[in-house]
C-alpha cells in the first residue's frame, strides 16, 4: 500500500533540465551565500531539492543550486523530490517550503550546547544573530563575556540591545497583524518587495531602522521611509 503522506518521488535529474523559478521571491546575503558554498564545497548536497516535472522548475532550493552551479560548473546530476503539481500549486509549495513562520523556533539552551561542538560560524550564524538570540549573554567564539568591557564594546552591547529592542517591537506587530489575519479570515495583509539590488535593500532597511535580516516590514516603517524621503 502507497504511503499516502508521500507525495513525491526520490531521483536525479540532470541540471540542464531544471528550470528556475523566475517568480521565486526568496533572496540571499552575500556573506550567506558564501556560507553555503563553504558547506556544500565540504558536504556535497545532503538533502533533495524539489522539482516540479510538469512544469520542470525548481520548486525549493535555488539558493543551494545557484551555489552548486558555481561549484560544479558543467552539467551534473541533481537529487530531487519529484513532484507533479500544476502551476498555482506549485507557487504556493515555492513559498511555503521556505517560509519561516511554518518553520521551528530554536530551543536556545540545546542550540548552545551544540556550540560546544559546533561553532556558531559553521552553523551558519553571524556574530550579531547569536547576540540577539542569547541577548549579549553568549559569546560568538564560545569564550566567557568579560564584565570589565571597554567603550567600544559597551558601545556595542547598546547598539545590540537597541537592534533587539527594534526586533522585539516588530515581532509583536508581526504577531499582531497575524492574529488579525486570523480573526478577519483575510490573506491579502501581506506583499511582496522586490529591490533591484542587495544595497537598495540595506538601504531601505537602514533607513527604517531594522535588522537586514528581517524579512518582515510594516505598513508603518514603510510609511516612515517616505515620509524620510519627502523630507530630505
Not at 539590488?197 to 516603517?221: C, L, M, R, W
Amino acid at each position: 500500500m502507497a504511503n499516502q503522506l508521500q507525495q513525491f518521488e526520490f531521483g536525479t535529474v540532470k541540471r540542464s533540465e531544471i528550470k528556475l523559478a523566475d517568480y521565486n521571491p526568496r533572496t540571499i546575503y552575500e556573506q550567506n551565500q558564501k556560507k553555503l558554498y563553504k558547506s556544500i564545497k565540504e558536504n556535497g548536497l545532503v538533502e533533495p531539492l524539489v522539482w516540479n516535472k510538469r512544469t520542470k522548475r525548481l520548486v525549493s532550493g535555488h539558493q543551494r543550486i545557484t551555489v552548486a552551479d558555481k561549484i560544479y560548473k558543467k552539467d551534473y546530476d541533481v537529487p530531487v523530490a519529484i513532484i507533479d503539481v500544476d502551476e498555482d500549486k506549485e507557487k504556493k509549495l515555492n513559498v511555503q517550503l521556505n517560509n519561516s513562520n511554518l518553520q521551528g523556533d530554536w530551543d536556545l539552551n540545546l542550540l548552545e550546547n551544540l556550540s560546544l561542538d559546533i561553532s556558531f560560524e559553521d552553523m551558519g550564524f553571524t556574530e550579531s544573530d547569536v547576540d540577539l538570540m542569547f541577548d549579549g549573554q553568549v559569546a560568538y567564539n564560545n569564550e566567557p563575556i568579560q564584565e570589565d568591557d571597554s567603550d567600544e564594546d559597551i558601545k556595542n552591547m547598546e547598539m545590540i540591545e537597541d537592534e533587539k529592542d527594534k526586533l522585539v517591537d516588530l515581532k509583536m506587530k508581526k504577531k499582531k497583524a497575524r492574529e488579525q489575519m486570523k480573526n478577519d479570515d483575510a490573506i491579502d495583509f501581506y506583499t511582496t518587495i522586490i529591490f533591484p539590488d542587495n544595497q537598495s535593500k540595506q538601504e531601505f532597511y537602514k533607513t527604517i531602522g531594522i535588522p537586514a535580516t528581517e524579512p518582515f516590514v510594516s505598513f508603518d516603517q514603510v510609511k516612515r521611509y517616505f515620509e524620510n524621503k519627502e523630507s530630505e
